[in-house]
């Protein structure tokens, strides 16, 4: 397999981690709650939710 396959999650640009397709339990959990935007939280995730000024 070659390193550096991205989240399955949608939204999540981040990197999944080596044994698993998401970067995180979130992106795991978030598969089955039709959630729009990431929260990972991961520094850099592009699909992180804007914040309500
Ligand atoms: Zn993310
Ligand atoms: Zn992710």
């Known amino acids: ?3 550096g396959t991205n989240c399955e999650h949608p939204n999540c640009t981040c990197m999944a981690a080596e044994d698993s397709d998401y ?3 979130y992106c795991e959990a978030a598969e089955d709650s ?3 935007a990431c929260g990972c939280g ?3 995730c592009e699909g992180t939710a804007t914040r309500v000024a």
């Open 42 to 44: 991961h520094a850099g």
């Open 23 to 25: 970067c995180s339990t």
């Open 1 to 3: 397999m070659v390193e």
């Open 34 to 36: 039709l959630e729009i």
